[in-house]
């Protein structure tokens, strides 16, 4: 009787032991789900150079472009892990959803994808590797409302050339892992056209870093019929007309602790139906350490030949606090002249807040 409570008891024991292990293995294979985004709101005044005078606005979007998101990674196991994200841009200022009226519900990032030794892949509305290289080398990143290259590069209304939204529907995207600095991220998008195969948008670039350096090349090459496939006014660039598109840029960033300088090269060549147009554009700019925040400054000039003529000249300058982590407050101002249309002056002041 004893040796068959024993044997029980070591059985039982068994079965807990059993039980609990694969409840910690079904426990750590759970998804795992996270919601997050960020606020950027600014009040002060717009006048663009094709305007007549200065407009007072409360906005969204001074330093970044707000958005809310959700992601959930799942691992598949020990050397893969699956991943979704969807974003939504958003603004706060009318509450409303998207940049602009008509845009894509998730318009900042909608996809699946997997992870591992092998890098990143993804599959949907992915970004743009041309995005990405340009707001690494200017010190105002992914502002639309004061970095100079970001009005040049993306139109948003504010007269950026490129061809092809930030983020592109029907992509698939696929970044390296890294490699002695280097890391490779290419994307393909399908145009969607019944039999033109050839009508997509293809794009890619290589960012170097080691310590205090960055580099990066980026390159697109866009065919009009991918762009009827969907998208939203970003995709068109504000050239009239414009057809087909190839553009490479180069920048680099190096961080010297008392100030951090920042250069940028890109040349367009556009097909429009008035005739090519060939834009090359620089910009040189800088962020210095002051006091608890940095002090934020940025040139670009544009030149325009072929079927337009003309030049481009924009700068800005500003102060970013950096209260915490999540929260920083600024103060900027951009000045914009355009040949053949006018000046025109942006300023204000506002809060951005990640969370």
């Known amino acids: 009787m004893k040796a068959f409570k024993k044997t029980t008891s070591m059985m039982l024991?068994?079965?807990?032991?059993?039980?609990?292990?694969?409840?910690?293995?079904?426990?750590?294979?759970?998804?795992?789900?996270?919601?997050?985004?960020?606020?950027?709101?600014?009040?002060?005044?717009?006048?663009?150079?094709?305007?007549?005078?200065?407009?007072?606005?409360?906005?969204?979007?001074?330093?970044?472009?707000?958005?809310?998101?959700?992601?959930?990674?799942?691992a598949l196991n020990q050397d893969v892990a699956l991943f979704v994200q969807a974003e939504m841009f958003v603004r706060p200022d009318t509450g409303e959803d998207g940049r602009y009226n008509g845009d894509e519900f998730f318009g900042r990032r909608a996809l699946i994808g997997a992870k591992g030794d092998f890098g990143v892949f993804q599959a949907g509305r992915t970004k743009s590797p041309y995005f990405l290289s340009t707001l690494f080398t200017n010190p105002q990143k992914d502002s639309f409302a004061f970095s100079p290259i970001i009005l040049h590069t993306y139109n948003a209304g504010n007269g950026g050339t490129l061809m092809g939204d930030?983020?592109?529907?029907?992509?698939?995207?696929?970044?390296?892992?890294?490699?002695?600095?280097?890391?490779?991220?290419?994307?393909?998008?399908?145009?969607?056209?019944?039999?033109?195969?050839?009508?997509?948008?293809?794009?890619?670039?290589?960012?170097?870093?080691?310590?205090?350096f960055l580099a990066t090349v980026a390159a697109q090459s866009i065919r009009e019929g991918a762009l009827n496939s969907g998208g939203g006014a970003g995709e068109r660039g504000s050239l009239p007309g414009a057809t087909d598109q190839h553009a490479v840029m180069a920048g680099a960033a190096y961080d010297f602790k008392v100030l951090k300088l920042y250069g940028q090269y890109q040349t367009q060549s556009t097909d429009t139906n008035a005739g090519d147009v060939d834009i090359d554009t620089w910009q040189a700019g800088t962020s210095v350490p002051v006091g608890p925040g940095l002090v934020l400054a940025s040139y670009a000039q544009s030149d325009y030949s072929g079927a337009l003529d003309g030049d481009r000249n924009t700068w800005s300058t500003g102060y970013d606090y950096l209260v915490n982590q999540q929260l920083d407050l600024y103060a900027m101002y951009l000045h914009d002249d355009q040949d053949n249309v006018g000046t025109g002056s942006t300023y204000g002041v506002g809060a951005r807040f990640r969370f």
């Open 13 to 74: 024991s068994g079965l807990m032991a059993g039980s609990m292990g694969m409840a910690g293995a079904a426990q750590a294979a759970q998804p795992k789900a996270s919601f997050y985004g960020l606020i950027d709101l600014w009040a002060g005044g717009i006048e663009k150079p094709s305007s007549d005078g200065n407009t007072l606005q409360l906005a969204g979007g001074g330093m970044s472009t707000s958005f809310l998101g959700a992601r959930v990674d799942y």
């Open 166 to 212: 930030t983020t592109w529907n029907n992509s698939l995207n696929y970044t390296t892992p890294n490699m002695g600095g280097f890391k490779v991220n290419v994307i393909y998008a399908f145009g969607e056209q019944e039999g033109e195969d050839g009508e997509n948008k293809v794009g890619g670039n290589v960012v170097y870093r080691s310590g205090a």
